[in-house]
T-cell receptor, first 115, second 110 residues
């Protein structure tokens, strides 16, 4: 079946601009995660949505970052007033949501470059 | 992941088995061993996970030592498409946050 999809695949923006990154999870998956991966760095957790529960935003690096999930499906990660240090690959993952350690399936990522 | 230690790189011949080691000497009783891989410019891909028993699926086998302090991921017949960074992760039952370390860069050569 269809996997996690993300758009755009690449985004180049100027410092100070806002960007929106989109994630379509696997159908039927109630849990959705955002991570980022900087060049040569490991995986950094950003935010977690599970059903109708309040999201875990503990990984968001600053208040310039926000995310929402509409209708329990599609999610959008918004970065306001982008900075060069925001340049990274932003990865979305989804899981069934039955347990906290369900297997997470990742999308291809959005490569963000802030000039 | 600071809880695991993997060799930085390894080569494997196409068609041969690739055995990827991982040390996790401080693993707790409620922590699973997970393996993911990441092919260049793609998102991480789940491979397999286990608690204490050996596991096998269509992609790989996972062998966990009896004391659970180490494990080995086995790719039975490596192909060029298996060239990737392989991440071994120790993950408690209560934590949904994944965290990757440096992993092992596996290069499969023809």
């Amino acid at each position: 079946g269809a996997g996690v999809s993300q758009s755009p695949s690449n985004k180049v923006t100027e410092k100070g601009k806002d960007v929106e990154l989109r994630c379509d999870p696997i159908s039927g998956h109630t849990a959705l995660y955002w991570y980022r991966q900087s060049l040569g760095q490991g995986l950094e957790f950003l935010i977690y949505f599970q059903g109708n529960s309040a999201p875990d935003k503990s990984g968001l690096p600053s208040d310039r970052f926000s995310a929402e999930r509409t209708g329990g499906s599609v999610s959008t990660l918004t970065i306001q007033r982008t900075q060069q240090e925001d340049s990274a690959v932003y990865l979305c993952a989804s899981s069934l949501g039955a347990t906290r350690t369900d297997t997470q399936y990742f999308g291809p990522g959005t490569r963000l470059t802030v000039l | 992941d600071a809880k695991t230690t993997q060799p930085p790189s390894m080569d494997c011949a196409e068609g041969r088995a690739a055995n990827l080691p991982c040390n996790h000497s401080t693993i707790s009783g409620n922590e699973y061993v997970y393996w993911y891989r990441q092919i260049h410019s793609q998102g991480p891909q789940y491979i397999i996970h286990g608690l204490k028993n050996n596991e096998t699926n269509e992609m790989a086998s996972l062998i966990i030592t009896e004391d659970r302090k180490s494990s080995t991921l086995i790719l039975p017949h490596a192909t060029l498409r298996d060239t990737a960074v392989y991440y071994c992760i120790v993950r408690p039952l209560s934590d949904y946050k994944l965290s990757f370390g440096a992993g092992t860069t596996v290069t499969v050569r023809a």
